[in-house]
């Protein structure tokens, strides 16, 4: 016996029994309590000087041997629009995605997955970075930094 749920959302939490009669026993019966949580995204602020390195972690509370077994992604975004610079699948060397201008020759993956940006410009102020683990078809843990630059 089983109960299979499609497109599930947060309301969908709560406790479900299964029951049935058996013969010459009686009524049997199980319950279990679903809890089905909301994705979350952390959110960080990275203050870095003009001309240094950036280097921002792909989530914070997850270690590097964690995140090897996921394919992941890094994106820029401003006003809404974002950009993928750079995925990466289990055991499969970091794909760059070199069609942008602006970050193209600056990004590269560091130890931990870490997004490293060199040298940051001014117009890296304000932009947010953000970071997506696939641990499941349909899971993706989720952290953005939005970035500020300071002039020496």
């Given at each position: 016996w089983a109960l299979h749920l499609k497109n599930v959302t947060?309301?969908?939490s709560g406790q479900y029994e299964c029951s049935f009669a058996t013969?010459?026993?009686?009524?049997?019966?199980?319950?279990?309590?679903?809890?089905?949580?909301?994705?979350?995204?952390?959110?960080?602020?990275?203050?870095?000087?003009?001309?240094?390195?950036?280097?921002?972690?792909?989530l914070e509370?997850?270690?590097?041997?964690?995140?090897?077994?996921?394919?992941?992604k890094w994106l820029v975004g401003e006003n809404g629009r974002r950009e993928e610079l750079v995925s990466k699948e289990p055991s499969c060397p970091a794909v760059y995605r070199n069609g942008s201008v602006q970050y193209?020759?600056?990004?590269?993956?560091?130890?931990?997955?870490?997004?490293?940006?060199?040298?940051?410009?001014?117009?890296?102020?304000?932009r947010v970075f953000s970071c997506h683990v696939v641990y499941h078809p349909q899971r993706v843990l989720k952290s953005s930094t939005t970035v500020r630059v300071f002039g020496k």
């Open positions: 947060v309301s969908l013969y010459p026993y009686g009524t049997k019966a199980a319950k279990i309590q679903l809890i089905v949580k909301a994705e979350e995204e952390q959110h960080y602020v990275k203050e870095v000087r003009l001309n240094q390195t950036l280097e921002i972690p792909c509370d997850v270690t590097s041997e964690d995140l090897s077994n996921y394919p992941f193209g020759p600056r990004v590269r993956l560091g130890l931990n997955n870490t997004l490293k940006i060199f040298p940051t410009k001014i117009t890296d102020d304000g």
